[in-house]
């Protein structure tokens, strides 16, 4: 609800933005306002209308807040207006000493938050406020000084800002020059030796150093310097644990700064010879580690350092960090590749790496054997010249087999140039790098031949095996076959006939189960008991030889036995024969 009981807050400025942000909060609040881009238009309808409140900027080119509120005080229409003040500019007790004793008014800080403003409002709405007040006399003294006072302290202040944009610039050219000449490939002492020109140039230093830590890990040696007397460079070492100025460097990033050397006795003999005063040092870090120190110096006892040139400094001494660590990296490397190659070139398996079209980019010297070719002819050799024609396909073939892993296997047949062929077996790594693929071939031509002979050996005992079923099944006798567990194995039709049962009821069960139950348990310990017989026999006389059909009747028998050794195991055979003509 609009508060029109306490009527129209005025707002006055010459920037539409801040009038349109003050409009929106004091309206999302019931405030009812009305802007005004012009201060005298604002002062006539003050006159007109009386608003509850005038809220102003301080700074305007027509009128600034200052003489809005003298024009307000010395007109009767206007003396008792309350008015609210907002500045960037100048501070609440920089404005009441050029008003003083005018009252009616509140001070809004700028940047102010939706709270503040509202804050201000309901301030300047407190029937509490003093109100009125005549501006002293010497008003537009204090006002001019005011301003001219902080006009002059924004000047030095945006010339200060100007320096430092200045030395910033240079800094940030130099950083990237150093970057660009790392990235070139410029020699890592050489690179350091501009770093440590480009640190004295703009941190007015005169003494610079690169310390960079041995690979003992214990000492730092002077690797870059400027400055220094001939012979320094190169034959400085310091102990890196702690070091000579009592701090411990290399296990932080933090900068150490050394505010007055004279009195100190702990630094070392190059700076209390070189007379340093003051020094700044930052850690050199690269990969996670340390790596040394970059340190800059100065004679001059005004000489200080500021955070700016930390921060430069630090940028300085990561560049050399990063530099170094690449280097360290491209060196092992160099190394990983030498090995990586001697594995390679010294492996026992033909290796082959091919372009994306299978052509041969690199072979070892075992390829070279199993191909019959020259290293030189290899390369650059299709497959499809080394790879018989039928297999060209299954190549093809093995590739698309397993995209997502891309890992392939197969056999295939190759072709060597005196028309001979070999049988190999393959593995393949699609795009060990982009654009290659990698190929291990093993020679199985050898064991192809053995795997035929052995097939068709298999193949021969195979059909003999058919051929001994195919004969016991045409037997007139039935025959059962029993392991040395005397369970039964294997049965004909002619024993599915004379006892009743299916093959299928048959296989598994003891040898037991064709008697009849009075027999079982004697023939039980007949059958552990005698030996396994060596050749055919019938079985011992004096033993009741009878069987009994799946129907429960019982008919005499006669039985031979013999053994046989199978891939199984041995099997006992016997040849039942159905005795009952005979009686």
Not at 200 to 211: A, G, H, I, K
Not at 303 to 308: D, E, G, L, R, T
Not at 353 to 364: G, K
Not at 499 to 524: N, W
């Amino acid at each position: 609800m609009l508060r029109h009981m306490e009527g129209v807050i005025y707002l006055v400025g010459d920037q539409r933005t801040d009038l349109e942000d003050y409009a929106d909060v004091l309206t999302r609040h019931g405030y009812e306002t009305k802007t005004f881009s012009s201060p005298a238009e604002a002062l006539r309808a003050i006159a007109a209308d009386s608003p509850c409140v005038v809220l102003a900027e301080l700074l305007m080119l027509e009128m600034d807040g200052f003489d809005l509120l003298y024009a307000l005080r010395t007109e009767p229409a206007t003396r008792d207006q309350r008015l609210v003040i907002a500045s960037a500019v100048l501070t609440k007790d920089e404005f009441a000493s050029v008003v003083e004793n005018v009252g009616g008014w509140v001070f809004l800080p700028k940047p102010a938050t939706p709270n503040e403003v509202l804050a201000a409002v309901e301030e300047a709405l407190d029937p509490g406020l003093p109100a009125g007040g005549d501006p002293p006399a010497d008003f537009d003294e204090r006002h001019l000084r005011a301003m001219h006072s902080k006009l002059l302290e924004k000047q030095l202040q945006s010339e200060a800002t100007e320096r430092e944009l200045v030395v910033r610039a240079h800094r940030d050219a130099a950083l990237a020059e150093l970057g660009r000449r790392a990235l070139a490939g410029v020699a890592e002492l050489d690179l350091q030796d501009e770093a440590c020109v480009a640190v004295s140039t703009l941190l007015e230093v005169e003494l610079v150093e690169v310390l960079q830590l041995e690979d003992d890990d214990h000492t730092l040696r002077m690797t870059a310097g400027l400055g220094w007397p001939d012979g320094v460079v190169s034959s400085t070492v310091d102990d890196a644990h702690p070091d000579a100025l009592g701090v411990c460097m290399l296990m932080t990033s933090e900068v150490r700064e050394l505010e007055d050397c004279r009195a100190r006795d702990d630094l070392p003999e190059r700076l209390s010879g070189a007379a340093v005063v003051r020094g700044l040092r930052v850690a050199v870090l690269g990969a996670g580690r340390p790596l040394g120190i970059l340190g800059a110096y100065s004679t001059r006892p005004q000489h200080s350092f500021v955070p700016a040139d930390r921060t430069f400094l630090q940028a300085v001494a990561n560049l050399i960090g990063v530099d170094l660590a690449n280097r360290a990296a491209l060196t092992a490397l160099e190394r990983r590749e030498r090995e990586l190659s001697a594995l390679f070139d010294d492996s026992r398996e033909a290796l082959i790496v091919t372009d994306l079209d299978l052509r041969s980019v690199r072979v070892n010297d075992a390829a070279c054997r199993l191909f019959g070719r020259s290293r030189e002819e290899m390369i650059g050799l299709p497959s499809s010249v080394v790879i018989a024609p039928e297999s060209v396909a299954d190549l093809a073939g093995g590739w698309n087999v397993a995209p997502e892993t891309g890992e392939s296997s197969g056999e295939l047949a190759i072709l060597r140039p005196d028309g001979s062929r070999r049988r190999v077996e393959y593995s393949g790594t699609k795009e060990i790098v982009p654009g290659l693929h990698l190929i291990a071939l093993r020679d199985v031509t050898e064991r192809s031949v053995m795997e035929e002979a052995l097939r068709r050996t298999t193949a021969k005992a195979t059909a003999a095996h058919r051929r001994y079923l195919d004969l016991i099944e045409t037997l007139p006798d039935g025959v059962v076959a029993v392991d040395t567990q005397g369970r039964i194995a294997l049965v004909n039709a002619q024993m599915e006939q004379m006892f009743g049962y299916s093959r299928a009821e048959l296989i598994g069960q003891t040898l037991e189960f064709l008697l009849p139950e009075r027999l079982r348990d004697a023939h039980v310990v007949h059958r552990t008991q005698q030996p396994t017989p060596a050749r055919s026999r019938a079985m011992a006389r004096g033993l009741e030889l009878c069987g009994c059909r799946k129907d429960g009747s019982e008919f005499p028998i006669e039985i031979g036995l013999s053994a046989v050794e199978t891939d199984s195991g041995q099997l006992v055979t016997a040849v039942v024969t159905d005795t009952t003509e005979r009686t």
